[in-house]
């Protein structure tokens, strides 16, 4: 199975949006929308922000927001703010169930 | 809230096998699915595979010729068994919980990092 391919780097501005894409292929993110995101700060553990596409999780602010078309998904965070910055993977099960990660996108508030 | 950590050597020899074992805490072992994951230095996350409380494992084709992971639902606690190591196996090692195989990485393990070196 092959990774998700993500840009390796993204920037924006305090209070601007940015989004992030996550491109698959037909074995994951094209037919399925088990298509997850994560946040890791340096030295954490990732932590859950989005997942089926779209879904929060309890705590997670709405500034952060998913969305998928075909074999490309995307995360959206609106009203940056320099918490934000860190590294962002996406993850898809695919048609074998198993489990595929993005390369990872390194965001940077300027 | 439930919490996970991982326990085993930080060194492990070439050839060797590396394992790992991860304890659950704050819920039952049972119900869910649980993943390993690992992430080299400076590099990005892989999926190992993922074992159910029941047993039922899947494991990343990658990897699926080394690993063995294993369940003890009287402890808690799930395993990681990877054979005949490398260098390129050097990286921190995530245990997690899911809902189902299809579920999200919801809890995560805060991480261990295992080198292999002689």
């Known amino acids: 199975q092959s990774a998700l391919t993500q840009p390796a780097s993204v920037s924006g501005s305090p209070g601007q949006s940015i989004t992030i894409s996550c491109t698959g292929t037909?074995?994951?993110?094209?037919?399925?929308?088990?298509v997850s995101w994560y946040q890791q700060h340096p030295g954490k553990a990732p932590k859950l922000m989005i997942y089926d596409v779209s879904r929060r999780p309890s705590g997670v602010s709405n500034r952060f927001s998913g969305s998928k078309s075909g074999n490309t998904a995307s995360l959206t965070i609106s009203g940056l703010q320099a918490e934000d910055e860190s590294d962002y993977y996406c993850s898809s099960c695919t048609t074998n169930s198993t489990w595929v990660f993005g390369g990872g996108t390194k965001l940077t508030v300027l | 809230q439930v919490q996970l950590q991982e326990s085993g050597p930080g060194l492990v020899k070439p050839s060797e096998t590396l394992s790992l074992t991860c304890t659950v805490s704050?819920?039952?072992?049972?119900?869910?699915?649980w993943s390993w994951i690992r992430q080299p230095p400076g590099k990005g996350l892989e999926w190992i595979g993922y074992?159910?409380?029941?047993?039922?494992?899947n494991y990343n084709p990658s990897l699926e010729s080394r690993v063995t992971i294993s369940v003890d639902t009287s402890k808690n606690q799930f395993y990681l068994n990877l054979s005949s190591v490398t260098a390129a196996d050097t990286a921190v090692y995530y245990c997690?919980?899911?809902?189902?195989?299809?579920?999200?990485?919801?809890?995560w393990g805060q991480g261990t990092l295992v080198i292999v070196s002689s």
């Open positions: 074992i159910s409380y029941s047993g039922t494992t």
């Open positions: 037909n074995s994951d993110l094209d037919t399925y929308s088990y």
């Open positions: 997690a919980r899911q809902g189902g195989y299809q579920s999200p990485f919801q809890h």
């Open positions: 704050g819920g039952s072992i049972s119900s869910y699915y």
